[in-house]
Structure formats: structure tokens, C-alpha cells
């Protein structure tokens, strides 16, 4: 028999981030559930609750000194904040878990909390880097590097519509936008790039989705790279205390007519203004199509929840459609009522639509959005890019998307792409594998 206790102890590093803790939480549980003894170093900001979790789980809290996500001016501050912060006190609770006699430790860490990685080989324990965001990401991640460091890549390159020389089907305006400095933004470069060397990399798709991207992070990193997802499809969703899901929204969908809403959301961090706010709603009451609409308080500016939606709005499609604060969106991707999903295009929601088969509209604003949204669009063409935000256009996509042949092609696309989810995930698939090859490799550790 063997002997579990032997076993390493993985120690995964939760970020701040919602659409990074998720998938961390996920690849906990699933290693839980291989019998690995499982501890979680989070930031105290936006703190996991034990109580969703495991009973076995340790959870260690890093002194982030951090009170708000500050995603709109510094946001490369915020990152250095969070690594510098953090790191005394990840190092401390390594260190106590090595005296306590832990004698292998593996650390998995979000790659946006890279000091963990610098603090493991500090130590001798193994590190892993975990991604969640697309592998397609990093290649144009890469190629922003190379322009900014040209001094390239000012705001009015953001509105480009040309392709980027030798990187299609990347269009300017695909490449992950930033407002730093060129000061800040080679200061974030080189803490990444000072980062520790990774025994393996853990990515959350799937090998077949982003095959090519794949091979250049292979030659990037040289060293094993796990594809590994779509990781809710691999475990249970622990809640991450992020917004309370509002579930009445799915006795509303029973209601609905089979792919007859369209559902939308941006995500966690997305902050828009009143005017897009406006623009959005006139547009979605102007296409007729039935509507669920996920608005995060606090995501219009200087606005508690809804109160600038337009007047008359509300009245006008009390009949038409719903908002609720935060949906329990892999369930709403899995209706039956639900036809298409307009969304900003992070990487958790296009996985979870595509696991769900339906087709998209693209709004990207930040980040890997543009880059995934150029994917979903062009590429895997699941999805249409809405590219000017006005309340014609929108009405005009949400019709294509939803009622029209177009839409129907798409929805067969996407139909056949949930069949690759399946395919990763079936015993043999490469995601299954890739679990397989993941746990060997930390049993050798
Ligand atoms: N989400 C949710 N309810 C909502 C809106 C979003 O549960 O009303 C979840 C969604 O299922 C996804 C995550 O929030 O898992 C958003 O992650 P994503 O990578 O798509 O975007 P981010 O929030 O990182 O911008």
C-alpha cells in the first residue's frame, strides 16, 4: 500500500483576482481529489472562505497590505505592491512548514504572484507556475513587449486596425492595451522576466484549442507544459466569496423559449461609463431578443448599481428581460433558454461558453480580452466582434447572433468545439493525461 503521508504537501498561491483564484481553487480541489494534502496562501484582499473548502485544507494568509484592486490608473503598481507585500510572509509560512517536518513541498503558484516562484528555489521546493489565462495571450504578450520597448504602441496605435507584421491574425488593436509609463511597464517586464525559472507550467485549455501557441510556449520555456482544462469542467466551482450568485435568475429562464436569451457579462473587473451603459441597453431593448444581464455593482462609474440606466429603460423591457448583481454563470451557459453570450472575453467565460456550446459576442476591453476576442471572432469563429458601440450596431449583432443564419453557422461551430472540451477530458484525452503526467511529476518531486 502505499503510504500518502509521503506524499508532497502542494501549496498553491491564490491571487486577489477573481478569474485567477477560481481556476486556482479548481486545480486544488482536483489535486485534493488525487489524495494530495493541499495548503492555500492568499492575500488577505478579497480572502477565500475555509468554510467553502475541504476540511484538510490549510489556508495561509499573506500580508498583502493591499485594501482595493486598483485596476484603473497603476495597475502595474498594484502587481509590485502585491509581490513585494506578500512575499515575507509566504516565505515565513514556507519556512515553519518545512521545520514542522513537511520534508517535500511543490508550490503552484498564479504566475501574477510571481515572487512565490523566487521564494521556492530560495528554498529548494519545486516551482510551478500556474496560468489561466489563454495560451494565445502570451505570444501577443510578447510582441506588445517588443513594440513598447520601441517605444511603440501609443494610445493612438490602440485604434489600429492593421495586422501586426508576422503575427497573424493580430490585429494593433488585439494587443493587451496598457496606459503605463514606458518606465512602469519595463519595470513589470523585468520583475517577469526576473522570475524564477518554473519546473513545469500548468495551463488552464485545451491542447487542441491552441495547439500553436502551445508550441511556441513549449520552445519559450523549455521545460513540460500541462494543458489542463477547462479546469471547472475537471472539479466542482468552490464559491470564492466574490458576489453572492443570484440563483432566481434561473427560475426566470425556465420560463424562456429554448436559445432564446441572450446573456451578458463582463466579467469581474470591467468598469464601464453611462454613456456605454446607455448604448448597451437601448441596443439589447431595440433587438427584441430576450435579455439576461449581469451589471457587478460598482461597474458603471460613479454609479452604486444601475440607477443611470436610462430613463424608461426598465419599463420598456420589463417583459423583454432581467438584470441581476452576478449570476451563477456556468449554470446559465448550460440553460436551455440561453442563445448566445455577450461577453468582454476573459478567459474563464470563453472557456465555460465554449464547454457549453454557444456562441458569442465579443466586447474585449483589456488585458488578453482583445487577443481572445480576435480568436473567438476570426479564428475559431464561434463569435462575432462587435467592434463599434453604438445601439444600431448592437441590435444589428444581437439579431445575427441569435436569429440569424449566421448565427446558426456559428452555433454548429461552437457545437462541434464543445466536443473537443469533451474529447480533452475523456480518459486518453489530452487533458486527462496531461492530470495524469501532472501528478506523476509531483510524486517524483
Ligand atoms: N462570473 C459569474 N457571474 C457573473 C459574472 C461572472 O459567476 O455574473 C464568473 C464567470 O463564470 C467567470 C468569472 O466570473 O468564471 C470571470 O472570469 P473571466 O476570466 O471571464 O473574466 P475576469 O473577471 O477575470 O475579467
Known amino acids: 500500500m502505499e503510504d500518502r503521508r509521503q506524499w508532497p504537501l502542494v501549496v498553491l498561491t491564490a491571487s486577489p483576482f477573481h478569474g485567477h483564484m477560481s481556476p486556482t481553487l479548481q486545480l486544488a480541489t482536483i489535486l485534493h481529489s488525487k489524495g494530495f494534502s493541499i495548503a492555500i496562501a492568499h492575500s488577505k484582499l478579497n480572502a477565500p472562505d475555509p468554510s467553502n473548502h475541504p476540511s484538510d485544507f490549510t489556508f495561509l494568509p499573506l500580508s498583502d497590505n493591499l485594501s482595493t484592486i486598483d485596476n484603473s490608473n497603476s495597475f502595474t503598481d498594484f502587481i509590485n505592491a502585491l509581490n513585494t507585500n506578500c512575499k515575507p510572509s509566504f516565505q515565513e509560512h514556507l519556512i515553519r512548514l518545512i521545520t514542522e517536518g513537511n520534508k517535500s513541498i511543490v508550490v503552484i503558484y498564479d504566475n501574477i504572484m510571481h515572487f512565490a516562484g523566487g521564494v521556492a528555489v530560495d528554498l529548494n521546493l519545486v516551482p510551478i507556475v500556474f496560468r489561466s489565462c489563454s495560451a494565445v495571450y502570451f505570444p ?7 513594440l513598447r520597448q520601441q ?3 501609443l494610445e493612438e496605435d490602440f485604434v489600429m486596425q492593421e495586422m501586426v507584421p508576422n503575427h497573424h491574425p493580430l490585429r494593433y488593436k488585439d494587443l493587451p492595451f496598457s496606459s503605463s509609463s514606458i518606465e512602469d511597464f519595463k519595470k513589470l517586464g523585468s520583475n517577469f522576466s526576473r522570475q524564477a525559472r518554473p519546473s513545469v507550467v500548468i495551463w488552464n485549455t485545451i491542447q487542441s484549442l491552441e495547439h500553436e501557441a502551445l508550441t511556441q510556449i513549449n520552445e519559450h520555456f523549455q521545460v513540460p507544459v500541462f494543458t489542463l482544462g477547462p479546469l471547472h469542467k ?3 466551482s468552490p464559491p470564492t466569496n466574490f458576489l453572492e450568485e443570484d440563483t432566481s435568475c434561473i427560475n426566470w429562464l425556465d420560463k424562456q423559449a429554448p436559445k432564446s436569451v441572450i446573456y451578458i457579462s463582463f466579467g469581474s473587473l ?7 451603459l446607455a448604448e448597451m441597453a437601448w441596443g439589447l431593448a431595440n433587438s427584441e431578443q430576450r435579455f439576461l444581464w449581469a451589471v457587478r455593482p460598482g461597474s458603471v462609474c460613479d454609479s452604486e448599481w444601475i440607477e443611470f440606466l436610462p430613463k424608461g429603460f426598465i419599463e420598456e423591457t420589463r417583459d423583454q428581460g432581467l438584470i441581476v ?6 449554470e446559465v451557459l448550460g440553460h436551455f433558454a440561453v442563445g448566445g453570450f455577450w461577453s468582454h472575453c476573459g478567459w474563464n467565460s470563453i472557456l465555460e461558453c465554449i464547454s457549453e456550446g454557444v456562441p458569442m459576442m465579443c466586447q474585449p476591453f483589456t488585458a488578453d480580452q482583445g487577443v481572445n476576442a480576435r480568436y473567438v471572432s476570426y ?17 444589428s449583432m444581437i439579431r445575427r447572433v441569435m436569429v440569424d443564419e449566421e ?13 473537443l472540451v469533451r474529447q480533452a477530458l475523456d480518459n486518453g484525452g489530452t487533458s486527462h493525461e496531461s492530470l495524469e503526467d501532472l501528478v506523476g511529476f509531483i510524486l517524483s518531486c
Request: net charge positive.
Open 270 to 276: 470591467v468598469t464601464l461609463d453611462a454613456k456605454v
Open 407 to 419: 448565427g446558426e453557422e456559428i452555433r454548429d461551430r461552437v457545437h462541434n468545439m464543445k466536443g
Open 379 to 395: 479564428v475559431w469563429k464561434i463569435g462575432l466582434e462587435l467592434e463599434c458601440f453604438e445601439r444600431r450596431e448592437i441590435a
Open 234 to 236: 475537471m472539479a466542482p
Open 325 to 330: 448583481k452576478w449570476a451563477p454563470q456556468r
Open 151 to 153: 517605444g511603440r504602441y
Open 140 to 146: 501577443a504578450f510578447i510582441v506588445r513587449q517588443q
